[in-house]
């Protein structure tokens, strides 16, 4: 089982990123996906969230409004992109897939929103 994310990296506030997370190893249409994030010396916190279909989503308010959670099943991929980044927006990223009681954690990649 592999999750991987790509597509972080330093980003002027304002900018904009897209997360790719490439899933394998396990049926990937039949997991919920999320995005979390976790800051140096802060809680790992939920970001977004993705059902099996796509057809409901859910954000931190944090993030609503720019940040938009999306799944490929066919290419067994969830993506995140984010828009109007912010400084506090710095974090690693990772993703993560769920079913009932099985669930698997990406790596992380980092972003870091900066001038």
């Known amino acids: 089982v592999q999750l991987v994310e790509s597509g972080g990296g330093l980003v002027q506030p304002g900018g904009s990123l897209r997360l790719s997370c490439a899933a394998s190893?396990?049926?990937?249409?039949?997991?919920?996906m999320r995005w979390y994030r976790q800051a140096p010396g802060k809680e790992r916190e939920l970001v977004a969230h993705i059902s099996t279909t796509g057809g409901s989503e859910n954000y931190a308010d944090s993030v609503k409004g720019r940040f938009r959670i999306s799944r490929d099943n066919a290419k067994n991929t969830v993506y995140l992109q984010m828009n109007s980044l912010k400084p506090e927006d710095t974090a690693v990223y990772y993703c993560?897939?769920?079913?009932?009681?099985?669930?698997?954690w990406g790596q992380g990649t980092q972003v870091t929103v900066s001038s």
């Open positions: 993560y897939a769920r079913k009932f009681t099985d669930d698997y």
């Open positions: 190893g396990f049926t990937f249409s039949r997991y919920s």
